[in-house]
């Protein structure tokens, strides 16, 4: 039950794109489309972004797309906006109904 | 308006215990799988524990198996978790979570404070 790894950090400027990798094994990520995002700002409760490696909840922009390679998901915000600053975490259904969480990633916009 | 509430949290000596409940509106709970995770202060988000629809079946992050019981009492529409031989590093912001069929969280509690000091 590792947690998925995630770079600490992410920054772009405004309008840029920026993406954050989340990786994990073949028990997780790489064995099941069920890795999903969410976004946190300080203080708020979690937001799900991202479902199924590339579904977004209505409500959530386009601007988020979500997608998957053998163990890897990544996230991509593309047209960055002062309002995407925020802690971004992947999770995953795991093998055995467990869930892991990657350790997030602080996204900053210059 | 799917909501969900969680209460029992405190400031609670190490080796203590604690029972944390959620009580939930605004959908079939009953039919619904349902989660705990946690968050440290300044940490990450970490899945602590998850229950089946009935109750039947439970299963636990390796970091609170033994220690932590989940459960749930579908004609109140609360779901529980009880905290034993409570540590340090168990300290956190708790929050329970509707589980959905492609194994997503979309609602979330606000969340109850655990913190465990002498």
């Known amino acids: 039950q590792s947690a998925l790894t995630q770079p600490p950090s992410a920054s772009g400027s405004p309008g840029q794109s920026v993406t954050i990798s989340c990786t994990g094994t073949?028990?997780?990520?790489?064995?099941?489309?069920?890795v999903s995002w969410y976004q946190q700002h300080p203080g708020k409760v979690p937001k799900v972004m991202i479902y199924?490696?590339?579904k977004r909840p209505s409500g959530v922009p386009d601007r988020f797309s979500g997608s998957k390679s053998g163990n890897t998901a990544s996230l991509t915000v593309s047209g960055l906006q002062a309002e995407d600053e925020a802690d971004y975490y992947c999770?995953?259904?795991?093998?055995?109904?467990?869930?892991?969480f990657g350790g997030g990633t602080k996204l900053t916009v210059l | 308006e799917v909501q969900l509430v969680e209460s029992g949290g405190g400031l609670i000596q190490p080796g203590g215990s604690l029972r944390l409940s959620c009580a939930a509106s605004?959908?079939?709970?009953?039919?619904?799988?349902m989660h705990w995770v946690r968050q440290a202060p300044g940490k990450g988000l970490v899945w602590v524990s998850r229950i089946n629809s009935d109750g039947s079946d439970t299963t636990y992050a390796d970091a609170v198996k033994g220690r932590f019981t989940i459960s749930r009492d579908n004609a109140k529409n609360t779901l529980y978790l009880q905290i034993n031989s409570l540590r340090a590093e168990d300290t956190a912001l708790y929050y329970c979570?509707?589980?959905?069929?492609?194994?997503?969280?979309?609602?979330w509690g606000q969340g109850t404070l655990i913190t465990v000091s002498s």
């Open positions: 199924e490696v590339s």
């Open positions: 073949s028990s997780n990520v790489g064995g099941y489309n069920y």
């Open positions: 979570a509707k589980g959905e069929v492609a194994g997503e969280f979309r609602y």
């Open positions: 605004g959908f079939a709970f009953s039919s619904n799988w």
């Open positions: 999770g995953s259904y795991a093998v055995g109904n467990y869930w892991v």
